[in-house]
């Protein structure tokens, strides 16, 4: 496993990290972000050409879940759910590799984070090259992945970083699958992580870039698409709600992807899974809803 080095910060302030998604993993947005990751990610890879994974905000790798928390309403409703049947679909892959990767019978007991399950799902000739800016969660996923020799992790701000990772990983002749999964703590983040997503998306001519966000309101969110149309950059929003908007709860309403050069097949099978998602971590029974639009 190889070690980068930290390039300076030109997106966002420094200063010391303030956000620990241990307290969130495993929860809807989770959910609906590693669904659509595992059907990219198992596409681009399907010819058995070289991958090159890139992620701008790495995580601990995998997370120990308590007795109760906000995988609850994630992936405590996939867990054990006996109405999923055995198939070849994303939410049945998806859960299978949760089950494979994780821990737990009755519940979920430790939740594999997306270098996990993207280390699964690549081959032996990919590459992951990992950004994590807060040392604690960058030792923590290096020890989760430290004998793998694909992997390379740098302690560095992935997103000032994501157009060189993407322009070089591009360099090197293998497929490029970059997400952008930053944690939306400060109002800033809504300008910053769109410029650095139309950075990467024009350092590329054939990178996949994949950009999580959560929603509140849909404010932020449609204001950020807007950003990234008003730069020329094409892209897909799917977007699920398991709360309603109106209900303004503190947490999660839902989750959006953005997808830029999506591989064939990732949109249908996204469409596919967002009824199952929605149907299952619905906090109200029968009330969700998917946005998917596509610029």
């Keep these: 496993m190889r070690r980068v080095p ?26 609906w972000k590693h669904c659509v990751l595992i059907e990219v990610l198992r596409r681009a890879a399907a010819d058995g050409a070289p991958v090159v994974y890139v992620e701008s905000h790495a995580g601990e790798g995998v997370y120990a879940l308590g007795p109760t928390g906000e995988w609850s309403e994630g992936i405590g409703r996939l867990w054990s759910d006996d109405d999923t049947p055995d198939g070849d679909d994303a939410v049945t892959r998806y859960r299978a590799l949760c089950r494979r990767l994780g821990a737990g019978e009755a519940r979920p007991e430790r ?116 950003r990234l149309k008003a730069a020329g950059i094409a892209g897909t929003v799917a977007e699920l709600i398991t709360t309603p908007l109106e209900h303004q709860r503190q947490r999660l309403n839902g989750s959006g992807m953005i997808l830029v050069r999506p591989p064939e097949g990732a949109l249908e099978a996204i469409a596919a899974a967002a009824p199952v998602l929605g149907a299952r971590c619905a906090t109200r029974p029968g009330v969700w809803s998917l946005r998917m639009v596509s610029w």
Aim: hydrophobic share 45%.
């Design 6 to 31: 930290s390039p300076p910060s030109r997106y966002r302030a420094e200063g010391p990290a303030d956000y620990s998604h241990r307290f969130h993993a495993g929860n809807v947005g989770d959910v």
């Design 111 to 226: 939740y594999p984070g997306s270098p996990m399950l993207a280390a699964s799902v690549l081959g032996a000739n990919a590459w992951l090259r990992l950004s994590e800016q807060d040392p604690e969660a960058a030792e923590r996923v290096r020890a989760a992945l430290e004998s793998d020799p694909r992997v390379a992790i740098a302690c560095d701000d992935g997103l000032a970083a994501l157009p060189a990772a993407v322009r070089e990983a591009e360099a090197s002749g293998g497929r490029v699958v970059a997400l952008v999964d930053p944690p939306f703590t400060q109002k800033p983040d809504w300008i910053a992580v769109p410029d650095a997503l139309i950075a990467a998306a024009q350092a590329s001519t054939s990178a996949t870039l994949l950009l999580w966000y959560p929603v509140k309101s849909l404010t932020r969110p449609n204001a950020m698409i807007a």
